[in-house]
């Protein structure tokens, strides 16, 4: 890490840290969100803000190390290793590491009093589990410490932590213990960690882990993520599966993209030989979740290495020999693609039996010890499924083959976790390739356009000093996606860009149409107008009305009982508003020398369509002809108001016209925006 990057790191703890309630004040309680990207350091940037946090008198955090004890046990280690804790000496214990998996309850409530009150720093790393979170709240209160500033870590904040009951207005027990602790301490910040924070964003703002403040912390210079592998250059280094060809856990068979996918690896490993890079050559396999298909796949792997080894050592004419020489060609053009230093493919051929001898398999799941020892060998294939999806750090990830994804529209969230090939890469990145579906593929691009959203919102809104809680939570999403798990958030606004959405209802109360009439009248006679011929009709246009001016009248008379879809033109004003453009709208008062009548049954709901056609019985070279309504100024986002006298059961009332309303928005950079509106509309 640089000085630059080492002062960005403090400065990104000092601006979390200055969010807490303060440490010298009576108390105060506050929640906090802090967004990183996968695979970008995050746990190394929450141990600086422990570390400051010490520096200035929150004594006690809490971290939640995540759901599996394995998970734990690599944050443990890596906090003990950052503070440069060692568990055989006595003269490193100004700070203090307690694990609630390992001897929690050795140390009793008052001898932590009495560490707390001799100056000693105390640090608790917990499993995200309810009778552990519960172990932490006892602890602290019999040690009668409940009344002094505490730092509480979530660590994958979105995980697990926030309530999947809340549309049958329950508790989950991990959501409801997290509540507990939280509301059970005088003075405490919760800083929840993630790196797709969708959840923690779209729960309802009143919820006490919905965040008040939200930090991003910025990767490395030498990251390498989403834009790196998936941005305009990613068919050099993603390569799409064939839909055609036999899959991995289908019968005996082993496609061939495997094949081809493990000549890239180790022709990769050569080539980091010949460079004098003597770390670690890592390749990931992502079969499946199920732990039986885990195994199957490391025979199978395992069957192939030795197989290649064998043929390593055979005479350069046998078959074997010639099949591995195939492979490994495959790789080296494949990498040529990329990689300027390329040896010559006979160095590749005579160095390939060194790098299979110096290679193994290794299964990572619930199962196993997810401790990876990289000492062992210098080549090393991963298999596995649900722990390499989320906070298991793998280091020198060279290739990855990747075939699970729901068949469903799937989660970006869960998605975006799955991408264990981020990381901090750059030295070896023009040896690194993914392998995977053309829907993973798909998937990942347009994920970069939906982080790229969530992250400007929140840049705009520290830049115009916008509070978190009131930020438009609106993000572009692809269309074979969902934010996130909809037992966490289970009601999600979806907005399509590129058609219309019409009034469908309406009201006829006199006072209300009275004030609606002279809403419009009012906003719409502070502008100047053209009357427009469209074929045979004329309608009045009205250019550059701020779409914030429409919205007020919107969210004043056409939200209940109306029909409109009120949501769709506020998603336009705010998508304009980080986009950097000036949120207008065309206003189109349609026929305005005839108005329109349209029947109404008893609900005063339309029967006929509002928007009228075209016409009928011209050719399109008729001066004459009309287009329809929804074809006219298609290239502007626009508001058409059609003064309408209802008829209904047969009666047509002249003597009252209906504002009624459509609104359009052309696809620009966004076709389909997700999210939630301010909760109380």
Same mark, same amino acid.
């Given at each position: 890490?640089?000085?630059?990057?080492?002062?960005?790191?403090?400065?990104?703890?000092?601006?979390?840290?200055?969010?807490?309630?303060?440490?010298?004040?009576?108390?105060?309680?506050?929640?906090?969100?802090?967004?990183?990207?996968?695979?970008?350091?995050?746990?190394?940037?929450?141990?600086?803000?422990?570390?400051?946090?010490?520096?200035?008198? @929150?004594?006690?955090?809490?971290?939640?190390?995540?759901?599996?004890?394995?998970?734990?046990?690599?944050?443990?280690?890596?906090?003990?290793?950052?503070?440069?804790?060692?568990?055989?000496?006595?003269?490193?214990?100004?700070?203090?590491?307690?694990?609630?998996?390992?001897?929690?309850?050795?140390?009793?409530?008052?001898?932590?009093?009495?560490?707390?009150?001799?100056?000693?720093?105390?640090?608790?790393?917990?499993?995200?589990?309810?009778?552990?979170?519960?172990?932490?709240?006892?602890?602290?209160?019999?040690?009668?410490?409940?009344?002094?500033?505490?730092?509480?870590?979530?660590?994958?904040?979105?995980?697990?932590?926030?309530?999947?009951?809340?549309?049958?207005?329950?508790?989950?027990?991990?959501?409801?213990?997290?509540?507990?602790?939280?509301?059970?301490?005088?003075?405490?910040?919760?800083?929840?960690?993630?790196?797709?924070?969708?959840?923690?964003?779209?729960?309802?703002?009143?919820?006490?882990?919905?965040?008040?403040?939200?930090?991003?912390?910025?990767?490395?210079?030498?990251?390498?993520?989403?834009?790196?592998?998936?941005?305009?250059?990613?068919?050099?280094?993603?390569?799409?599966?064939?839909?055609?060809?036999?899959?991995?856990?289908?019968?005996?068979?082993?496609?061939?993209?495997?094949?081809?996918?493990?000549?890239?690896?180790?022709?990769?490993?050569?080539?980091?030989?010949?460079?004098?890079?003597?770390?670690?050559?890592?390749?990931?396999?992502?079969?499946?979740?199920?732990?039986?298909?885990?195994?199957?796949?490391?025979?199978?792997?395992?069957?192939?290495?030795?197989?290649?080894?064998?043929?390593?050592?055979?005479?350069?004419?046998?078959?074997?020999?010639?099949?591995?020489?195939?492979?490994?060609?495959?790789?080296?053009?494949?990498?040529?693609?990329?990689?300027?230093?390329?040896?010559?493919?006979?160095?590749?051929?005579?160095?390939?039996?060194?790098?299979?001898?110096?290679?193994?398999?290794?299964?990572?799941?619930?199962?196993?010890?997810?401790?990876?020892?990289? @000492?062992?060998?210098?080549?090393?294939?991963?298999?596995?499924?649900?722990?390499?999806?989320?906070?298991?750090?793998?280091?020198?990830?060279?290739?990855?083959?990747?075939?699970?994804?729901?068949?469903?529209?799937?989660?970006?969230?869960?998605?975006?976790?799955?991408?264990?090939?981020?990381? @901090?890469?750059?030295?070896?990145?023009?040896?690194?390739?993914?392998?995977?579906?053309?829907?993973?593929?798909?998937?990942?691009?347009?994920?970069?356009?939906?982080?790229?959203?969530?992250?400007?919102?929140?840049?705009?809104?520290?830049?115009?000093?916008?509070?978190?809680?009131?930020?438009?939570?609106?993000?572009?999403?692809?269309?074979?996606?969902?934010?996130?798990?909809?037992?966490?958030?289970?009601?999600?606004?979806?907005?399509?860009?590129?058609?219309?959405?019409?009034?469908?209802?309406?009201?006829?109360?006199?006072?209300?149409?009275?004030?609606?009439?002279?809403?419009?009248?009012?906003?719409?006679?502070?502008?100047?107008?053209?009357?427009?011929?469209?074929?045979?009709?004329?309608?009045?246009?009205?250019?550059?009305?701020?779409?914030?001016?429409?919205?007020?009248?919107?969210?004043?008379?056409?939200?209940?009982?109306?029909?409109?879809?009120?949501?769709?033109?506020?998603?336009?004003?705010?998508?304009?508003?980080?986009?950097?453009?000036?949120?207008?709208?065309?206003?189109?008062?349609?026929?305005?020398?005839?108005?329109?009548?349209?029947?109404?049954?008893?609900?005063?709901?339309?029967?006929?369509?509002?928007?009228?056609?075209?016409?009928?019985?011209?050719?399109?070279?008729?001066?004459?002809?009309?287009?329809?309504?929804?074809?006219?100024?298609?290239?502007?986002?626009?508001?058409?108001?059609?003064?309408?006298?209802?008829?209904?059961?047969?009666?047509?009332?002249?003597?009252?016209?209906?504002?009624?309303?459509?609104?359009?928005?052309?696809?620009?950079?966004?076709?389909?925006?997700?999210?939630?509106?301010?909760?109380?509309?």
């Amino acid at each position: 890490m640089s000085e630059d990057e080492k002062f960005e790191t403090i400065l990104t703890a000092a601006k979390i840290l200055s969010n807490c309630p303060s440490p010298n004040s009576s108390g105060g309680k506050k929640t906090g969100l802090a967004i990183g990207k996968i695979q970008s350091g995050k746990t190394s940037n929450f141990i600086s803000l422990m570390a400051l946090a010490f520096d200035n008198n @929150y004594n006690i955090i809490v971290v939640f190390g995540g759901t599996k004890n394995n998970l734990l046990s690599q944050t443990e280690e890596r906090i003990r290793k950052m503070f440069d804790i060692d568990n055989n000496k006595r003269d490193d214990r100004d700070v203090v590491v307690l694990s609630t998996t390992n001897k929690f309850d050795s140390i009793s409530p008052e001898q932590l009093n009495r560490m707390y009150n001799s100056g000693r720093k105390i640090i608790i790393v917990a499993l995200k589990h309810q009778k552990h979170i519960k172990n932490v709240k006892s602890y602290i209160t019999d040690a009668n410490l409940d009344k002094k500033p505490i730092l509480l870590i979530d660590d994958e904040g979105d995980q697990a932590s926030l309530n999947a009951k809340v549309v049958h207005n329950e508790k989950t027990v991990i959501y409801n213990e997290l509540l507990q602790l939280k509301e059970g301490l005088n003075h405490v910040c919760f800083i929840s960690i993630t790196a797709t924070p969708q959840a923690n964003l779209l729960i309802d703002t009143i919820d006490s882990l919905s965040p008040d403040f939200c930090q991003l912390v910025e990767p490395g210079k030498e990251y390498t993520g989403g834009s790196m592998f998936h941005g305009d250059n990613q068919d050099f280094y993603v390569i799409e599966l064939p839909e055609d060809e036999t899959e991995m856990l289908e019968g005996d068979g082993v496609p061939e993209s495997f094949y081809n996918s493990l000549g890239v690896f180790f022709v990769g490993s050569i080539i980091r030989k010949f460079r004098n890079d003597g770390k670690n050559h890592v390749m990931l396999i992502h079969p499946s979740q199920k732990k039986f298909d885990h195994k199957e796949v490391e025979k199978k792997v395992n069957l192939i290495l030795e197989n290649w080894l064998n043929s390593s050592e055979q005479n350069h004419s046998e078959n074997g020999y010639q099949k591995l020489s195939e492979y490994l060609k495959y790789g080296y053009d494949e990498l040529s693609r990329t990689v300027d230093d390329m040896p010559e493919f006979q160095l590749i051929l005579d160095n390939i039996n060194d790098q299979l001898n110096d290679s193994r398999v290794l299964v990572v799941n619930s199962d196993k010890n997810t401790d990876i020892d990289y @000492y062992k060998t210098r080549n090393i294939i991963i298999v596995g499924g649900n722990l390499v999806e989320r906070g298991l750090t793998i280091n020198d990830l060279a290739v990855t083959y990747i075939v699970r994804r729901s068949k469903s529209r799937a989660n970006a969230d869960v998605v975006e976790q799955r991408a264990r090939w981020f990381g @901090y890469r750059k030295k070896y990145f023009d040896l690194c390739r993914v392998y995977c579906t053309k829907q993973i593929k798909e998937d990942f691009s347009n994920l970069l356009s939906h982080e790229d959203d969530i992250w400007g919102w929140i840049k705009y809104c520290k830049k115009n000093n916008i509070r978190i809680k009131d930020m438009p939570r609106l993000f572009e999403l692809d269309n074979n996606l969902n934010p996130t798990r909809k037992a966490v958030v289970p009601n999600v606004d979806e907005i399509k860009f590129g058609i219309w959405t019409e009034q469908k209802k309406i009201n006829i109360n006199k006072n209300y149409l009275l004030e609606l009439n002279n809403a419009w009248n009012d906003l719409l006679s502070k502008y100047e107008y053209n009357d427009v011929t469209y074929g045979n009709l004329t309608h009045r246009k009205y250019i550059k009305i701020p779409l914030s001016d429409i919205n007020a009248i919107i969210s004043k008379y056409y939200i209940n009982d109306i029909g409109f879809n009120y949501k769709y033109p506020y998603a336009v004003e705010q998508r304009n508003i980080q986009d950097g453009a000036n949120p207008c709208v065309t206003v189109l008062k349609m026929r305005i020398k005839s108005g329109e009548e349209r029947s109404f049954d008893d609900n005063n709901s339309i029967t006929s369509n509002l928007m009228q056609g075209h016409s009928q019985n011209r050719y399109i070279s008729d001066p004459l002809y009309y287009p329809g309504d929804r074809y006219i100024c298609l290239n502007e986002t626009q508001l058409q108001i059609h003064l309408v006298h209802p008829r209904i059961k047969d009666t047509v009332l002249s003597d009252i016209i209906i504002p009624m309303i459509a609104f359009y928005s052309p696809v620009t950079n966004a076709k389909r925006i997700i999210g939630r509106l301010w909760n109380d509309w």
